[in-house]
């Protein structure tokens, strides 16, 4: 006898009475009999939870299972995801917010002293050796309006910190030092907020110096592109001293100014959206968060989700340490109640039941798990080769474990390794997963990261694949150190290295009879050239490694193509490419011997 299967029906974590029917194809009146039948009273626009939702699937004969919303990853130079979805919003729901400021620049340049001169406390002098650590959240009132500001850390190695900053933003505020101008995370600051589509008002702080040289400065700034509006160009830059408290009239002006061009809007009743700022564990109070609200209304008592992390809200504070019951669209708050720290910049969401909240989580682990399963690092030649492609005799490592017990007999062994020729740096170490800050930080730095005990997690990974950045994972210490080691020594002699130039996305495939398959490809960074080699990622995977067989441009052989750039070429010997592959381009460089 065969038992007839029953039909799957996918639902949320929570639904109407209504919809309910909907899915099961079944009359309101039906749907409605069936819980009364199970002791629940309700009408047609009632809301029921998942489990309940499946009892009564599971009596009319269906199978129900939850529905897991995608998170999609952000890529740099699209607009945020969260602002993509709060333009999903119906436009009559939409209502004014507080514009997000976000503080970046180069460091000592004055974004703390600024920030705390236009609230008036004193943030800068408390901090350890005077850097931000982390970003601060702070909202002010400024006639009337509220402003939100976050505050970056302008240090070399905080790049992923200040990217999240300029991915949150509504407006950047770019403090540079009149004195000092324009210096490599000025640079890079503006990248982040032009990556993030964010307009720039520059501060130029330190006006109050005898040695400051504003005009020097917007020069250098207009060769950036941000040509002072003084000058006819369209960026705003506003003299201050965060010091002498002067300009700061004119900097609010010119932010709320900006912001008002920009419509910053959010609709409070709508899906929550949110990211977060930065956690911790506090031994006391468990894990504390910081979330900015993006858009929606964030309650006391919610249940989120975020990253591996999950829990239902036990508290919430404002900015001033005031508890608080809820929170709008551009409010920063700290919460209490998740059960694991979760990574900044991770999106959070809100669920309606916790097991749909455990379910998201389970869900994510095996996605990881599988990830983790199939990538898998490049050999220890390769990895130190491109290691060397930044030309440096400094191996610079980004260190992660699992748990401060680890850490430090780790470090203690590669203090051992015989550094009289390279230098062995730790950037950076940490417990807890390898996530994307590790991996954006060892990009800025050319790190490899190490692992120990611990695993990647899945955005990171991708991340990783996509800025070419090594990631080793070790469960026995003195393998680390003996890769290490070796590596080092493959370090000292090499005559020939392998350069990574440029890299490559496969759009489309055309298989010609007698010449093999061509891959139509798109260069999305840096460039490919005829003489070089090729490598095929496919999922973070390395499926083929070959030479160029040709390359072609519009038909015409060519000897290189430059980033935005489309192409058709091939691999010899090689034609399984499929559309999103991922190609590295390589070439063999002569290492000068010094
Ligand atoms: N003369 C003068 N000094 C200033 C001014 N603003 C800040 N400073 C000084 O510059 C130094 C750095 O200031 P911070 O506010 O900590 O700089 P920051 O940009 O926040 O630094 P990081 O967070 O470490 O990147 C401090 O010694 C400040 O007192 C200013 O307008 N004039
Ligand atoms: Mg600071």
């Not at 999903?88 to 976000?102: F, G, H, N, Q």
Request: proline share 3%; with cysteine; glycine share 8%.
């Amino acid at each position: 006898m065969s038992e007839i299967e029953k039909k799957k029906i996918e639902l949320p974590g929570a639904i109407t009475v209504r919809d309910l029917a909907k899915k099961a194809d079944a009359s309101p009146i039906q749907v409605i009999k069936v819980l009364m039948s199970n002791g629940v009273m309700a009408n047609i626009n009632q809301i029921v939870d998942f489990d309940t939702a499946a009892i009564v699937l599971s009596e009319m004969g269906f199978e129900a299972s939850l529905e897991i919303p995608e998170v999609k990853v952000e890529e740099v130079g699209e607009i945020p995801l969260w602002r993509r979805m709060i333009e999903k919003e119906d436009p009559k729901d939409l209502v004014s917010r507080p514009p997000v400021v976000t503080i970046l620049g180069h460091v000592d340049h004055g974004k703390t002293t600024l920030l705390d001169a236009i609230r008036h406390t004193d943030v800068a002098a408390g901090e350890a050796g005077g850097i931000t650590q982390h970003i601060g959240a702070y909202q002010v009132e400024h006639k009337k309006h509220r402003i939100t500001f976050l505050d970056t850390p302008g240090h070399a190695a905080f790049t992923a910190m200040r990217a999240r900053g300029a991915q949150g933003a509504d407006v950047v505020v770019l403090v540079v030092a009149a004195n000092d101008g324009v210096m490599p995370q000025t640079k890079e600051a503006i990248a982040h907020a032009r990556a993030a589509r964010v307009p720039i008002i520059v501060a130029l702080n330190k006006i109050d110096l005898p040695e400051a040289n504003p005009d020097r400065v917007k020069h250098q700034l207009g060769e950036l592109g941000l040509v002072p509006d003084e000058w006819e160009g369209d960026t705003m830059v506003v003299s201050v001293s965060a010091k002498k408290k002067t300009g700061l009239e004119d900097l609010m002006e010119a932010i709320l100014m900006v912001a008002d061009q920009n419509k910053i809007l959010a609709n409070p009743k709508g899906k929550v959206i949110g990211t977060v700022i930065e956690a911790q564990v506090d031994r006391a109070k468990g894990v504390e968060a910081t979330l900015l609200i993006q858009n929606g209304t964030l309650h006391n008592g919610d249940i989120i989700v975020v990253g591996l992390a999950s829990g239902k809200i036990r508290a919430m504070f404002d900015f001033h340490g005031k508890s608080i019951e809820q929170a709008s669209p551009s409010t920063p708050v700290q919460v209490m109640g998740l059960n694991e720290v979760p990574h900044a910049g991770e999106q959070f969401q809100i669920c309606s039941t916790d097991r749909e909240a455990r379910e998201i989580v389970e869900q994510r682990k095996l996605k990881l798990k599988e990830l983790a399963t199939s990538s898998h690092g490049s050999s220890l030649e390769d990895l130190f080769n491109r290691f060397q492609a930044g030309e440096v005799r400094e191996l610079n490592l980004v260190l992660k474990a699992d748990v401060q017990g680890s850490l430090e007999p780790i470090l203690s062994s590669l203090n051992g390794i015989d550094q009289s020729q390279i230098k062995i740096k730790v950037l950076h170490q940490e417990t807890g997963n390898i996530n994307e800050n590790d991996i954006m930080l060892a990009a800025a730095s050319k790190a490899i990261v190490i692992g120990f005990n611990i695993s990647a997690d899945a955005n990171a990974m991708r991340l990783a694949e996509t800025e070419g950045v090594s990631v080793r994972q070790y469960e026995i210490i003195y393998r680390l150190t003996e890769d290490i080691e070796k590596a080092l020594k493959g370090m000292l002699t090499p005559e020939k290295h392998e350069k990574s130039i440029g890299r490559a996305e496969v759009l489309a495939i055309f298989k010609i009879s007698k010449v093999g398959t061509i891959a139509g490809c798109k260069v999305t960074q840096g460039e490919l050239r005829r003489n070089g080699r090729l490598k095929v990622f496919r999922g973070g995977t390395l499926m083929h490694e070959g030479e160029m067989a040709s390359l072609k441009r519009e038909q015409t052989n060519v000897r290189e193509v430059r980033e935005g750039y489309e192409c058709g070429l091939r691999i010899k010997n090689y034609n399984d490419f499929q559309v999103g592959d991922q190609l590295e381009c390589t070439i063999l460089e002569e290492v000068p011997q010094e």
